[in-house]
């Protein structure tokens, strides 16, 4: 039997993939992430299932949980908020179950900084404004960044910057990056992406702070801060280009050379 680690999206329920609903749907057990899981995706489980919220559980209760359903013959849903790649905890697990010897799989998911520029109707990467996007977040008493990563030296390549879990400290944020970004550089803040309550407020570095603490958003949100999120006068990219060469497709598909391209 299998650990499914699936990303169950941003918030909203149908933005989970279409491969992540067929495994939620075929797994015994499911691990959910209580707190940040839409309960509406627990009715994709089979009737019976068993359904554990790992919100108040520690990693070697968790661990437990999901070695026991493999040795009792049930493959495993492990439900993570957003995309398992980035800022999931799911390392560690997977560690856990490698040294037991128990097989898994990731299922990758809808990220919150994705929803979140879906929500801004904006493209992160726009030809001569930016094509570089940092996802960080910020040293916490619990987790420290590593060397390196702190937001002054990021914020040196002048590169959209994408924080996860630092709402709470904008003000640290906004005081970090002013020296590299400047006031007027645009910046956002999109705090429940995808969801009902979803809120995003647009401003510059030099007023997001006071917008954030103005709307009393501490938790579940994505900050960010570049010169894309205000792009307005960009060359065209090289792809659509009338200019750039284009071979005749093979079995008359228009989109067989469509693709990545430089700017």
Same mark, same amino acid.
């Given at each position: 039997?299998?650990?499914?680690?699936?990303?169950?999206?941003?918030?909203?329920?149908?933005?989970?993939?279409?491969?992540?609903?067929?495994?939620?749907?075929?797994?015994?057990?499911?691990?959910?992430?209580?707190?940040?899981?839409?309960?509406?995706?627990?009715?994709?489980?089979?009737?019976?299932?068993?359904?554990?919220?790992?919100?108040?559980?520690?990693?070697?209760?968790?661990?437990?949980?999901?070695?026991?359903?493999?040795? %009792?013959?049930?493959?495993?849903?492990?439900?993570?908020?957003?995309?398992?790649?980035?800022?999931?905890?799911?390392?560690?697990?997977?560690?856990?179950?490698?040294?037991?010897?128990?097989?898994?799989?990731?299922?990758?998911?809808?990220?919150?900084?994705?929803?979140?520029?879906?929500?801004?109707?904006?493209?992160?990467?726009?030809?001569?404004?930016?094509?570089?996007?940092?996802?960080?977040?910020?040293?916490?008493?619990?987790?420290?960044?590593?060397?390196?990563?702190?937001?002054?030296?990021?914020?040196?390549?002048?590169?959209?910057?994408?924080?996860?879990?630092?709402?709470?400290?904008?003000?640290?944020?906004?005081?970090?990056?002013?020296?590299?970004?400047?006031?007027?550089?645009?910046?956002?803040?999109?705090?429940?992406?995808?969801?009902?309550?979803?809120?995003?407020?647009?401003?510059?570095?030099?007023?997001?702070?006071?917008?954030?603490?103005?709307?009393?958003?501490?938790?579940?949100?994505?900050?960010?801060?570049?010169?894309?999120?205000?792009? %307005?006068?960009?060359?065209?990219?090289?792809?659509?280009?009338? %200019?750039?060469?284009?071979?005749?497709?093979?079995?008359?598909?228009?989109?067989?050379? %469509?693709?990545?391209?430089?700017?």
């Amino acid at each position: 039997m299998t650990v499914h680690f699936i990303g169950a999206g941003p918030g909203a329920a149908d933005l989970i993939t279409l491969r992540g609903a067929r495994t939620l749907a075929a797994c015994g057990v499911c691990l959910y992430a209580g707190s940040l899981v839409p309960r509406e995706l627990l009715a994709e489980c089979p009737p019976g299932a068993r359904l554990i919220d790992t919100a108040q559980l520690d990693l070697d209760t968790i661990t437990v949980e999901m070695v026991r359903a493999h040795k %009792e013959g049930h493959d495993v849903a492990r439900l993570h908020s957003g995309d398992p790649s980035v800022f999931s905890a799911v390392a560690e697990q997977m560690r856990r179950l490698d040294a037991a010897g128990v097989p898994y799989e990731v299922v990758p998911g809808v990220p919150a900084f994705a929803a979140a520029a879906a929500a801004l109707k904006r493209e992160l990467t726009v030809p001569t404004v930016g094509q570089t996007v940092i996802l960080t977040r910020i040293a916490q008493q619990a987790t420290p960044m590593p060397d390196g990563e702190d937001l002054a030296t990021l914020g040196r390549s002048g590169a959209l910057l994408v924080l996860h879990l630092a709402a709470r400290y904008v003000d640290r944020v906004v005081d970090e990056l002013l020296p590299h970004y400047g006031a007027d550089c645009p910046a956002a803040v999109v705090a429940m992406a995808s969801r009902p309550d979803e809120l995003v407020l647009r401003g510059t570095l030099g007023d997001i702070a006071g917008q954030v603490k103005g709307a009393g958003v501490v938790r579940t949100a994505v900050i960010m801060v570049g010169r894309t999120l205000g792009a %307005e006068q960009f060359r065209d990219s090289h792809l659509y280009s009338a %200019e750039r060469e284009r071979p005749h497709a093979p079995c008359g598909d228009p989109t067989a050379f %469509e693709g990545t391209s430089a700017p």
